[in-house]
């Protein structure tokens, strides 16, 4: 049976485990996600399944992946993205929320063109774009409109 101070202690030690947890971190290492975030850097795992995840964490609208622009065979191998229908509201657009693995399509995105077939060894660029709100200051790599590139990462399957 516990004691009222274990009770307040095992209480106390939840707590700070939960805050540990937060996004809320006052960390300045940890950078968070805004809505103005415009530039996202990503990490790919590859193995038996290629895994995408980028800091901060944010969400996306659209995930691609395609050979570079110089590959003989461009055509996109796997693209995913949310309704299109929300794509005017950055909190209803950005729900593509990483970790996110190859071929297999969140919840979040009723839309997909692909998955096709990785070939070990060849180059393809991770392309993710957020929807960012109107009047924003960043510089994205492409836009258009409030869609921003906010990724172009080229990795090796």
Known sequence: MMTSTTMRMT??????????CSDQSTDPAVER??????????TVTTGS????????????????VEPPDSAQDSSDRW???TDEQTWGSPEQAN???????YGIRPAASPNSNGPEPLLAGREYDLILWR??????????LNDSGTACLVTLYTFVR
Do not use: H, K, Y
């Open 11 to 20: 209480v106390f030690l939840a707590a700070v485990a939960f805050s540990a």
């Open 79 to 81: 693209f995913i993205w």
């Open 49 to 64: 399944s290629v895994i995408f995840n980028w800091e901060p964490q944010c969400g996306v609208m659209m995930l691609g």
């Open 131 to 140: 929807q960012l709100p109107m009047g924003r200051t960043d510089q994205c």
């Open 95 to 101: 729900l593509i929320f990483p970790p996110v693995t």
């Open 33 to 42: 996600c805004e809505a103005q975030t415009a530039s996202l850097l990503p």
